[in-house]
């Protein structure tokens, strides 16, 4: 069974950083593409970055560019989202999704998600 978890949310002050995990079970990640998608109180489910299947591409966010960082661990199965300069904005529930090889900007385009991982931005 695939199955995707995230942890390492919170509550962090403005300026602050976070590194979100993705751990995978019951497939390897190589090959898939890993989204991190976020979604915040009454607001639509909005793309934040994307690492293509082999690691071949990354993409960002515009309002996050600069600031957060996608990687890979492919021993350890997980992908990470790191979290620089964190503004209130920010706040929303974190989610990873997986799908074959190539990045996509719609959440419908994965098929694999993990239950979300709350991060909050405040003073």
């Known amino acids: 069974q695939l199955q995707l978890v995230e942890s390492g949310g919170g509550l962090v002050q403005p300026g602050g950083s976070l590194r979100l995990s993705c751990a995978a079970s019951?497939?390897?990640?190589?090959?898939?593409?890993i989204g991190w998608f976020r979604q915040a109180p009454g607001k639509e489910r909005e793309g934040v970055s994307c690492s293509s299947g082999s690691g071949g591409s990354t993409i960002y966010l515009e309002s996050v560019k600069g600031r957060f960082t996608i990687s890979r661990d492919n021993a350890k199965n997980t992908v990470y989202l790191q979290m620089n300069s964190l503004k209130p904005e920010d706040t929303a529930v974190y989610y990873c999704?997986?799908?074959?090889?190539?990045?996509?900007?719609?959440?419908?385009?994965?098929?694999?998600w993990g239950q979300g991982t709350q991060v909050t931005v405040s003073s």
């Open positions: 999704a997986a799908r074959w090889r190539l990045c996509s900007p719609s959440a419908d385009d994965f098929g694999t």
């Open positions: 019951g497939f390897t990640l190589d090959y898939y593409a």
